[in-house]
């Protein structure tokens, strides 16, 4: 069964521009979460959708936003980009929703650059 | 969220057995035990989880208190490949896939 694919692995984008990530789950798996990582800051929750809804959502602003289509497939998009924006980008997947008893499969990431 | 304390750092030796603490004080009842490790350049890699018994996979063992306070994260015999940071983890049932990831115990093996 294949993984987690992220979709670019790397990125260099300029301050102002918008971006969007892209994320296929693995084939089943209807619950997608995003994170942002930062030598700073750690692994940070970003949302998290399931059944094409959000279902929970981090302490972020509203320039980063998400959606997921009915294969299950999710975007992350980030707008008006800022250099505090340069991350790796982790898109995560599960069966279920909520049930603590499920583990979730993580993808590669994609490595943001901001200029 | 009730909150983990791990070490920042650990040493190990190849092919000896490494026990990666973890203090969880504030658990409750409902809050499953689980572990994440990041290897150097990857996403995060599920290692093992667990309520209340004591848990074996093919990667690990988690032995978890009486008292669900701490859990050890237990490699029977650490490579080379095992070097990451390995983080403990609660999630409670019912609230959502999100995962409050700490600083984690980054895992050092020396051959």
């Known amino acids: 069964k294949a993984g987690v694919t992220q979709t670019p692995r790397y990125l260099i984008k300029t301050r102002g521009q918008q971006v969007t990530l892209s994320c296929s789950p693995i084939?089943?798996?209807?619950?997608v979460s995003w994170y942002q990582q930062t030598p700073g800051q750690g692994l940070q929750f970003l949302f998290e959708y399931f059944s094409e809804t959000q279902r929970n959502k981090g302490n972020f602003p509203g320039r980063f936003s998400g959606r997921q289509f009915s294969n299950s497939r999710s975007e992350m998009n980030v707008s008006t980009l800022e250099l505090g924006d340069s991350a790796l980008y982790l898109c995560?997947?599960?069966?279920?929703?909520?049930?603590?008893?499920?583990?979730?499969?993580f993808g590669p990431g994609t490595r943001l650059t901001v200029t | 969220d009730a909150k983990t304390t791990q070490p920042n750092s650990m040493e190990s030796n190849e092919e000896e057995p490494v026990h990666l603490p973890c203090n969880h004080s504030?658990?409750?009842?409902?809050?499953?035990i689980h572990w994440y490790r990041q290897l150097p350049s990857q996403g995060p890699e599920y290692v093992i989880h667990?309520?209340?018994s004591n848990v074996n996979n093919r990667m690990a063992s988690l032995a978890i208190a009486e008292d669900r306070k701490s859990s050890t994260l237990i490699l029977h015999r650490a490579t080379l490949r095992d070097a990451a940071v390995y983080y403990c983890?609660?999630?409670?049932?019912?609230?959502?896939?999100?995962?409050?990831f700490g600083g984690g115990t980054r895992l050092m093996v020396k051959p």
């Open positions: 504030t658990i409750s009842g409902t809050d499953y």
């Open positions: 667990g309520l209340t």
């Open positions: 983890i609660l999630r409670l049932n019912n609230a959502g896939n999100m995962l409050t």
């Open positions: 084939s089943g798996h209807r619950s």
């Open positions: 995560a997947s599960s069966y279920r929703l909520g049930l603590a008893d499920y583990e979730q499969y």
